[in-house]
């Protein structure tokens, strides 16, 4: 396996460090909501994992969701650090 060379001085790499990542959100809408989908479970998992007393601040039954059929997801996520 050959080793990749990359110049952090570069022009392109200072301009976009991850072009990966643009271009597969312009591929198909599969690959864009994969993306977002591995996006929030590594903030989320990121997230906890450096506040462990995170909890919820509410009964869980409390917690309104978005009624939209494309987007689905809470309006807020009311949590305490204990």
């Given at each position: 396996?050959k080793?990749i060379?990359?110049?952090?001085a570069?022009?392109?790499?200072?301009a976009d460090?991850?072009?990966?990542?643009?271009?597969?959100?312009?591929?198909a809408?599969?690959?864009?909501v994969?993306l977002a989908?591995?996006?929030g479970e590594?903030?989320?998992?990121?997230?906890l994992r450096?506040a462990?007393?995170?909890?919820?601040s509410?009964?869980?039954?409390a917690?309104r969701w978005r009624?939209?059929?494309?987007?689905?997801?809470l309006e807020?996520?009311?949590?305490i650090?204990a």
């Open positions: 396996m080793d060379e990359v110049d952090l570069s022009p392109e790499f200072k460090p991850y072009p990966f990542f643009a271009r597969l959100r312009e591929q809408p599969v690959c864009r994969t989908r591995l996006e590594i903030a989320i998992s990121t997230l450096r462990p007393g995170l909890c919820l509410v009964e869980p039954k917690l009624r939209g059929l494309v987007l689905r997801g807020a996520l009311p949590v650090l």
